[in-house]
């Protein structure tokens, strides 16, 4: 019985939910057109999607959220955590799709017989000996059933793919570069990292030097060419830690641009949500694209 409803769930979402936004009724081009998703994974996935009006197909940009450890807040997680971005990629061309991790929101479905009872995958254990590797795999893992599905559908150009990525979404983003998928060939993080303000303190990072070793694991296999944000008022991951980060990923083999933004209103680590911080990244992922196209 319960197999046969979320079959029956999974079938009502895959028809696109088709919400017109504000802008899409502006003259300014090009109209964009919102959906929400659901996508028929081992683990049932619902997705915000944004793309150029019309049938594509489209070049792709997975966006990946980041991560609470508060089961509360993962609850009342949103369908879509910064909208602006979103839009932004989509304006570029791009079929914008952003999932929201398994046991966020929506995304918690309950189908105990399957072992999907709220399910949430991105704890990295105890600091005292943190998997930040296996955290980072596990998105990795979301966004190649993510890629391979479009490109199956033929909705998306198979040599046209990007990843962003948010916090441990960026974190993710990074692991999924260290498998090289032949689709993907550019990587944006936002404030990228894992185990940032234990205890909700500021600077109070989980094992920051394994998170710099795990940052050089990754950078052994990948050569996807990536860009790394960060700004200087981050209190998640800050500026001697992230750089630490990237010159052990850089020097173990990995392809990554490193750039340290100015302070971001009151929590630099939220720049990918800030409209007032969008002049700052933007030049700098244009630039990025171009250069990778």
């Not at 944000?229 to 020097?251: C, I, Q, R, W």
Request: proline share 9%; aromatic share 10%.
């Amino acid at each position: 019985m319960r197999s046969a409803l979320l079959t029956t769930l999974l079938t009502v979402l895959l028809l696109p939910t088709v919400i017109r936004s504000a802008e899409a009724e502006s003259s300014s081009p090009p109209q964009l057109q919102e959906e929400v998703w659901g996508l028929p994974f081992e683990l049932p996935t619902l997705a915000y999607v944004v793309h150029p009006v019309g049938n594509g197909p489209f070049p792709l940009a997975v966006m990946n959220h980041g991560v609470s450890l508060n089961a509360r807040e993962r609850s009342f997680f949103p369908l879509v955590e910064f909208r602006n971005t979103a839009f932004w990629f989509a304006r570029q061309g791009y079929m914008v799709v952003a999932p929201v991790g398994p046991g966020y929101g929506g995304g918690g479905f309950d189908v105990p017989e399957r072992g999907l009872y709220g399910p949430f995958f991105s704890h990295v254990g105890p600091c005292e000996k943190p998997n930040f590797r296996g955290a980072g795999l596990a998105i990795a893992k979301l966004d190649g059933w993510i890629i391979d599905y479009l490109i199956e559908r033929k909705t998306v150009r198979p040599e046209k793919v990007i990843v962003i990525g948010q916090s441990a979404g960026g974190w993710g983003a990074i692991a999924l570069s260290s498998q090289n998928p032949a689709s993907v060939r550019a990587i944006i993080t936002f404030a990228a990292g894992r185990g940032g303000r234990v205890g909700g303190k500021p600077d109070n990072n989980c094992a920051p030097d394994q998170l710099v070793r795990a940052a050089a694991e990754f950078g052994q296999t990948s050569r996807v060419p990536m860009l790394w944000l960060y700004s200087e008022n981050d209190t998640y991951f800050g500026p001697v830690l992230t750089k630490e980060m990237h010159e052990a990923f850089t020097a173990a083999g990995g392809d990554a641009e490193y750039h340290m933004l100015p302070a971001v209103g009151g929590e630099g680590h939220f720049l990918i949500h800030s409209v007032e911080a969008m002049p700052l990244w933007t030049p700098l992922v244009l630039d990025f694209l171009q250069r990778h196209p």
